[in-house]
């Protein structure tokens, strides 16, 4: 081979090789703007038919229009969101794999020994989809036609008065220990296995109020079965005009929501992120997935990472200050 055919070999060698070196980053990122390639999965931690599961499958209904892939809804229930969670820690960081969040997810770590994870470290908020405020219920025959008279009559009668909790740790829970403490009276927190059993014990008679989402009440604040004395969040809400908010009798404090978020590992690159939370903030802007929403009693507030994060990290402060305050302890 003579030198001049040896030469142009080289130049043809060093060519290519650049040419690899510059398609590298290409490639990479190539890929990660054709994400998602496969389906995705939809981690649930909570059995089918509750308010979460109802809504992820309304979401991931539309959310096929603007990923290209199914997204497939997958309940983990048990350990109080425990086990949902640990199972989307244990997944790959590469976006196929959500999970939703409510304050449950959220309080774990707080109050249940052996809980490890931290929903604000651990996890990328991409979406804060719905919020729906509680509101205080009484029997619909119940003397209490005011929460200034129920709120009196529990510091006639300290200790007296019993509000029912769905469960140790529960969003009415933390509200029940708000209006405790607020109110600076003592009522009986009463935990129940659930709602399902609540609404019985109030309708019955044998638990005097409870703290449930709006939306699962209004049509039995409607019928007379129940009434209605305030609701937790800062306007009326247009399900219930005529019920007062808190803010509206003097305790502002007590602004408080149910919500349904969407995370994914925090190692999550940002362009997947990024292309996660803008289907969830397309898919949100649907009329028909809102008005769905809407008959639920929820509002849909369609916050994206950024927002989301703030909203989150706010929740999590107000409800470090009532575990401190009420000494909420870890429990098995």
Known sequence: ????????????????????????????????????????????????????????????????????????????????????????LSAPADGYTIITASSPMMTAPFLRKGVRYNLLKDFTPINVAVTCPQVLIVKGDAPWKTVEEFIADAKKRPGEITIAIPAYGATAHFISELFKMNMKTDVTIVPKEGTGQCIPAVLGGHINAFFPEVGIMQKYIEAGSFRALAVTSDKRHKDLPNVPTF??????????????????????????????????????????????????????????????????????????????????????
Request: proline residues 6%; charged residues 25%.
């Open 1 to 88: 081979m003579n030198s001049r055919n040896f030469a142009r070999r080289q130049t043809m060698l060093l060519w290519a090789l650049a040419l690899t070196l510059i398609s590298v980053p290409f490639v990479n990122w190539a890929e990660g703007a054709e994400f998602p390639t496969k389906p995705l999965e939809l981690v649930i931690q909570a059995p089918p038919g509750g308010d979460s599961d109802t809504s992820a499958r309304l979401i991931v209904e539309k959310m096929r229009d603007y990923l290209s892939q199914p997204v497939t809804v997958v309940n983990k229930p048990g350990g109080g969101t425990v086990i949902g969670t640990l199972s989307a």
């Open 247 to 332: 803010a509206e009798k003097g305790f502002p404090d007590i602004e408080t929501y149910s919500y349904i978020a969407y995370l994914v590992r925090s190692e999550t690159p940002s362009e997947i992120v990024e292309r996660l939370a803008k289907a969830f903030k397309e898919t949100l802007k649907d009329k028909e997935l809102t008005g769905a929403f809407e008959k639920m009693g929820f509002s849909v507030v369609n916050y994206g990472p950024k927002e989301s994060a703030e909203f989150l990290a706010k929740q999590e402060e107000k409800v470090l200050k009532i575990i401190k305050a009420a000494n909420m302890g870890p429990k098995e």
